[in-house]
């Protein structure tokens, strides 16, 4: 049964995968809006490959669905998103395997509400996808 799952999980999140990779721009940078207030951000888009972009990707499609109009809206509060940003503009080789759990342990110095948004997307999805993609190419 677990293998079931697990198999049922990988598909969805190829096709997940699949679907947001035809949305985005084929090189440079990809504008997100993050929080209630959708505030823009531009990432580059190799960024979209790291485990933490991944699973917010697969929380973005579980709390809005896909979506043909408008922006890519991340659930995830702002003050944790810049957070977020500026460490892997630092140093993305050091911090890209990290996953949504991690980033949230290492910003647990925040206000709470800087960082519940993301975190409660992590604890209701206990069978994070992150892991199986750590050595894939999307």
């Known amino acids: 049964m677990k293998r079931v799952n697990k198999i049922s999980q990988i598909v969805r999140l190829k096709q997940v995968v699949q679907r947001w990779r035809r949305r985005i721009p084929s090189a440079g940078s990809l ?4 929080g209630e207030e959708h505030r823009r ?7 979209l490959n790291l485990p933490v972009f991944v699973s917010l990707l697969n929380k ?3 709390e809005f669905g896909f979506q043909t109009t408008g922006g890519l ?23 890209g395997a990290l996953d949504l759990d991690d980033f949230s ?3 647990s110095d925040l206000a709470a509400d800087s960082y519940s948004l993301c975190k409660k997307a992590t604890i209701s999805d206990a069978h ?5 993609l750590q050595k894939a190419k999307v």
């Open 73 to 95: 809206v991340l659930p995830c509060d702002v003050v944790f998103f810049k957070e977020l940003l500026n460490v892997l503009e630092r140093d993305e080789t050091g911090f």
């Open 128 to 132: 994070s996808f992150t892991p199986l």
């Open 60 to 62: 973005a499609e579980e």
């Open 105 to 107: 342990e290492m910003f």
């Open 41 to 47: 951000f531009v990432i580059p888009t190799r960024f």
């Open 31 to 34: 504008a997100v809006y993050v």
